[in-house]
């Protein structure tokens, strides 16, 4: 939680600035999500303001005149935290500071302050750190920027004198933070092999943060995922085996959520954690049914699947929270366009509705290169035609005196299991 010198919640007025021909609605949905950022983080809110300008003052952001105006306004409402919708340089946070006497912040450095709440793993707590070093880095005065990783935002340091033995630790820190996550992802890579080993299709959840992705995954698997209303709750993932309708099996991940403008400092940092959207199978996109600004939330997340070259995976759209909607607005919802989608689900994940129909879809969207064989499988092999229910599509089966005789479709990667019962040789088969 941020907390000013005294241990007290700090009180944050929020600013953003209307230009690049953004619209004064697009604008006002981003303040209403830096409030909700603002709010995550322990901060207590006592004003928010959009200004029109054609372009950014390149010494404060916001010109002079406002400036002087905030410098008015900092006793009442009272505020001691400014936080901008936008990125701020080093120069303009720092003229900023300078002339309001109060601590500027920018939505980058929020949604670090929030990553670093959330983080609980070490893996998560070493990418948020090098994270907040990467930013931190270019806007280095001395200790007391430094102390801001130790003891909340708003508090002081020692002082200039120590800049550049500050500089040189965090450029070592950030390479021995760099080291670390590299062990890290050869871990992922390693566990990531072991599960191509066990030939489950991987299902990421990706989604807009609080869209109920953890939610979901604890609905189809009694995870225990921790959720919450709230931005960023999960930061790590969690992988699950999922049992679908149809007997079929499915690794599914949950995957931090994603989010507009988020900070390029936190892709790179948690690259490791994203590999896991690179590398699954299908895309499960969970999206809050009831939000007004929900293509822009979609939008966001597709920004992000491009980016990491994940956005040709074969994806299933899960709208969320559909219990909150009226009939007519679902049906009315159903029938817009969805592509790139390959099926559209309604749920609710907090009331189990839908999820035997998402379980299907995802089932029938599952990619994967099947063949035609047929088996026999002696009754002394229940595991394999267990195996076969679960991980192939049973056609025909016919139970003989010597065996279960079984023709259907299996991945072709499960073909070597299944070897030493063929009955027949294996015939290609188109589907998807």
């Known amino acids: 939680m941020i907390q000013n010198r005294n241990g007290a919640r700090e009180r944050a007025f929020l600013m953003s600035l209307d230009h690049k021909g953004q619209g004064l609605a697009t604008v006002e949905e981003q303040m209403l999500e830096l409030g909700e950022l ?17 372009r950014p003052d390149p010494a404060t952001f916001i010109g002079k005149g406002k400036v002087e105006e905030l410098h008015e306004r900092k006793h009442s409402p009272g505020f001691d935290l400014l936080v901008f919708n936008e990125e701020l340089s080093p120069r303009q946070q720092r003229n900023l500071e300078s002339r309001l006497d109060v601590k500027v912040i920018d939505r980058t450095e929020l949604i670090l302050d929030i990553f670093a709440q959330r983080a609980r793993t070490k893996e998560g707590r070493l990418q948020v750190e090098s994270a907040q070093l990467h930013h931190l880095l270019p806007r280095l005065q001395g200790g007391r920027d430094l102390s801001r990783l130790g003891g ?150 597709h920004e992000i699947l491009q980016d990491l070259g994940a956005m040709d995976k074969p994806k299933v759209l899960a709208l969320n929270k559909v219990d909150r909607l009226r009939p007519e607005a679902l049906i009315t919802l159903l029938r817009e366009d969805w592509s790139p989608y390959e099926r559209v689900v309604a749920i609710s994940a907090l009331r189990k509705t839908g999820l035997g ?26 595991a394999r035609q267990a195996e076969f229910h679960a991980r192939g599509k049973v056609e025909k089966i016919d139970y003989r005196a010597d065996g279960v005789a079984i023709r259907g479709l299996l991945p072709r990667r499960l073909l070597p299991r299944f070897e030493p ?3 027949a040789p294996p015939r290609d088969a188109s589907v998807q």
């Open 38 to 54: 603002a709010k995550t983080a322990g901060l207590v809110v006592v004003g928010t303001e959009i200004q029109r300008r054609a």
């Open 152 to 301: 909340g935002v708003g508090t002081r340091g020692p002082g200039e004198q120590q800049l550049e033995s500050d500089r040189r630790r965090i450029r070592h820190r950030i390479r021995d933070l760099d080291q670390e996550i590299k062990e890290i992802r050869k871990q992922r890579a390693l566990r990531r092999e072991g599960r191509r080993r066990v030939p489950f299709p991987v299902v990421a959840i990706v989604g807009y943060t609080n869209s109920g992705k953890s939610t979901l995954l604890n609905a189809l698997t009694q995870a225990q995922v921790q959720i919450q209303d709230a931005l960023f709750v999960t930061l790590d993932p969690t992988t699950r085996l999922v049992h679908l309708p149809d007997r079929h099996e499915v690794l599914m991940t949950d995957t931090v959520g994603f989010i507009q403008k988020l900070p390029t400092d936190l892709v790179a940092a948690f690259k490791a954690t994203l590999e896991e959207v690179q590398e699954a199978d299908i895309l499960l996109h969970v999206l809050d049914a009831t939000r007004f600004n929900g293509r822009d939330q979609m939008e966001a997340v």
């Open 357 to 382: 129909e998402l379980g299907t879809a995802i089932s029938e969207t599952s990619p994967g290169d099947f063949v035609t064989v047929e088996v026999l499988l002696p009754y002394d092999q229940p």
């Open 421 to 423: 019962f063929t009955a």
